[in-house]
Structures are given as C-alpha cells and as structure tokens.
C-alpha cells in the first residue's frame, strides 16, 4: 500500500536556511511532485539518485540529473535486448536538488546510468566523493578533487560539527553468472553509519546488485534502520538474466536483514527498468510485510526517525 506524504510546493529535502543555487529551475512548474523535509529525511529523486539527510549532513546518491528524453543515456549492450550502444529514455524529470546543501557525493559505480554528464558538470567538484575504485580516473578526469575510491572492506569517514559519517564499501554482484559479473565491472554497496549525539543511524545502499552469497545477514552487517534496494529487475527478460534485483530477491534480503525501514529506489524512471514497483508492493503485501515498506514517488520525501 502506498503511503503519501503531504505535497507541498517546495525546492528540495536539503534545503538551507538562505536561497542557493538550484538544479533544474525549469522544474519548479511540476514542484506538485516534490514535498519537504526538514531535519532527518530522505528524498528520491529519481532513479538511483537520493538525498539522504542526517545530523545536518546531506549525501546523494548516483546523481542522474539530466532532463526527461528519449536519449538520457547510452549503454554500451542493452541488459534485455543486447542492442549495441542503445539510448535509453528517461521518463520523468529529475526533482530539484539544492546544490549548495550537499555534504558528499557517493556513487557506487560509474556506468552511465549511474552518474551522467550533467551532474558531472553541475555538482560541486570540492565535496568529498566517494566512488568504487575503478571509477576514481573518470570522476577525477571530471575536475572533482576529494575523490575516495574504496574497494570492498574499505571505508571512509565524513565529519561536519556534530556528526561523523562511516562508509563502508561491501559487495554488489552485478549479475548471478560470474563471467558477465566480472565483464561488467566491479561495483560498491555500502553501509552508511551517521553517528551523532542521538547515536548511531545505519544504512544500507545495495547499489546495482543481485542476492548473492556475499549479501551479507543481519549478523554479519548488525541492525539496519533503512533500507536503500535497487529495484527495476533490469536485464530479467533479457538471455543474461538480472543485472539488478527483481521483488523476490528484494523480499529475500529484507527477509536475511530484518530492517527497520525499506525504500525502494532505482525503478520507475528510466526505460531500462523492467519490473514495475507495483510487483513488489504486491508481494510485500501477500507475505505481510507492508509495513516494512515505504514506496516513494520522484521527488517525495520521508522523514526518518531514530
């Protein structure tokens, strides 16, 4: 079942006490979509892309921030079809994001569909990036100077006054058969740890990744507040099979995990997206665990607790 927060015409979930430079100001004619929050929140807005705010620190997630077209993106093979070099539409327009309010960048790697040209040439290039190792040559080659590779087991730490935040890189398989696994890259989940004087706050972001092996069990990550799960069950109709998770595989790492909170992201958006949402909605709602779930529309916020 849906839940909806009340809409209200706003800029963006990191927002600042004074106006800052927005992204996308065109967008402001469909601010119907977005809705604020103040304080400990997260925003979707769109895709993989994602405002986590906690303790006064702002992180997003993969930024795709381009316009809606028909030719966001290219991929090098399609996932479903293994059409060469194949544009990918974006559906929806990104919601605004408030630049200036950003802490840190992370990304988990650096396909196309998971940091675009236009962040790449809007976002703040002083901000601590957090990136898989085989992407720190591209984002460099961007002009971003605090760039943090982490391969998996490693891990960075982020500080403004009051708060510390721990990231951890740990596994994201990005397809079961091992070989297009490694042909497509090494990626990064990671488990976010935003500690201030309240204590801990933990997050777990899958990143492009599969249930394997490696996914680790409630007793090997300890307790997570929230959930971050790529959905879309991209490349499922396709001869390779998944490259993301589809909804039961989701249902079975909320099952190994037992989270507090689950917010699917990375669906919906993009025309590589298989899935739609409401599968997952659906069995959620069969085995009973709807109320694990809080399903976001683009550019809606959620404000977190604990």
């Known amino acids: 079942m849906r839940r909806i927060l009340a809409i209200v015409v706003a800029a963006a979930a990191c927002s600042p006490a004074t106006p800052q430079r927005m992204l996308s100001p065109e967008l402001a004619q469909t601010a119907e979509r977005s809705s604020v929050a103040t304080g400990d929140s997260l925003r979707w807005i769109g895709g993989p892309t994602a405002l986590i705010t906690r303790g006064g620190l702002c992180v997003i997630t993969d930024p795709m921030l381009g316009p809606r077209g028909p030719n966001a993106f290219v991929l090098p093979k399609h996932p479903s079809t293994g059409e060469a070099n194949a544009s990918i539409a974006r559906y929806t327009s990104p919601a605004p994001v408030t630049l200036a309010a950003l802490g840190a960048i992370l990304i988990s790697h650096t396909h196309a569909d998971h940091v675009d040209a236009r962040a790449k040439e809007l976002l703040p290039k002083g901000l601590p990036l957090v990136v898989a190792a085989a992407g720190a040559d591209v984002m460099r080659a ?24 721990h990231v951890l890189a740990v596994p994201a398989h990005h397809a079961h058969d091992p070989e297009l696994d490694r042909a497509v890259g090494r990626g990064n989940g990671y488990l976010l740890e935003w500690n201030d004087a309240r204590g801990p706050y933990r997050v777990y972001w899958t990143g492009d990744a599969v249930l394997a092996d490696e996914t680790r069990s409630r007793e090997q990550y300890g307790q997570i507040d929230l959930l971050l799960p790529h959905l879309g069950g991209v490349g499922g109709d396709g001869a390779l099979g998944l490259r993301t998770m ?47 779930f809080h399903f976001l529309r683009e550019g809606e916020s959620l404000a977190l607790g604990h």
């Open 142 to 165: 961007a002009g971003f100077q605090d760039v943090r590779p982490l391969d998996w087991g490693q891990s960075t730490t982020i500080e403004v006054p009051g708060t510390r935040l």
């Open 246 to 292: 589809n909804a039961e595989e989701t249902l079975a790492l909320v099952e190994r995990l037992s989270p507090s909170l689950v917010v699917p992201i990375h669906h919906t958006t993009f025309a590589h997206y298989r899935e739609p949402i409401a599968a997952l909605e659906q069995r959620a709602a069969e085995r009973h665990e709807s109320a694990r």
